[in-house]
């Protein structure tokens, strides 16, 4: 009868013991709030584009981040991280002014956290470019735009 009791009790204690381990673990938030960091300045506009190198500050705001580079690959006329880039642009849905065949041609526009190409482009007109497009939808809509003499990736 003595053996069931002290069972009991050694369940008990490890139990207790490992609750209070737990509790140790997750601090509880403190009674009050942390003081408060002074925000970071923000520089003006004029100062963010003469920070930047080059003359890439001209850029639009609504091109990825990603696209810095590809278009710095196009001015520089490679290497090409894939296969498909700098070939001709068929503009077969007609979503682009008419142009010749070969007038256009188009590049990747990588896409983080993706194993492919994805389906952001940078449609070119011309040789060397004239014109500049960008799609994030695999061309189902173009946004154009103008590109600076060179673009540092």
Same mark, same amino acid.
């Given at each position: ?32 709030? !942390?003081?408060? $960091? +002074? @925000?970071? #300045? ?7 584009? &003469?920070?930047? =190198?080059?003359?890439? *500050?001209?850029? !639009?705001?609504? $091109? +990825? @981040?990603? #696209? ?7 001015? &520089?006329?490679? =290497?090409?991280?894939? *296969? ?70």
């Amino acid at each position: 009868m003595r053996k069931p009791v002290l069972l009991i009790v050694a369940i008990v204690l490890l139990v207790g013991g490992l609750w209070g381990i737990r509790s140790l673990q997750h601090a509880p938030p403190p009674d009050f709030a !942390p003081p408060s $960091l +002074p @925000a970071p #300045a923000q520089p003006s506009p004029v100062e963010a584009a &003469r920070d930047q =190198p080059g003359d890439d *500050a001209a850029l !639009p705001a609504f $091109l +990825p @981040a990603e #696209a810095r580079q590809t278009i710095a690959l196009i001015q &520089r006329g490679g =290497p090409y991280p894939h *296969a498909q880039d700098g070939s001709v642009f068929g503009n077969r849905e007609g979503r682009l002014p008419q142009r010749p065949r070969g007038y256009y041609r188009e590049y990747t526009v990588d896409t983080p956290g993706l194993s492919h190409r994805g389906a952001r482009r940078i449609v070119t007109g011309g040789d060397p470019p004239q014109a500049w497009y960008y799609s994030e939808d695999h061309y189902e809509n173009f946004l154009s735009f103008e590109v600076p003499a060179r673009v540092q990736p």
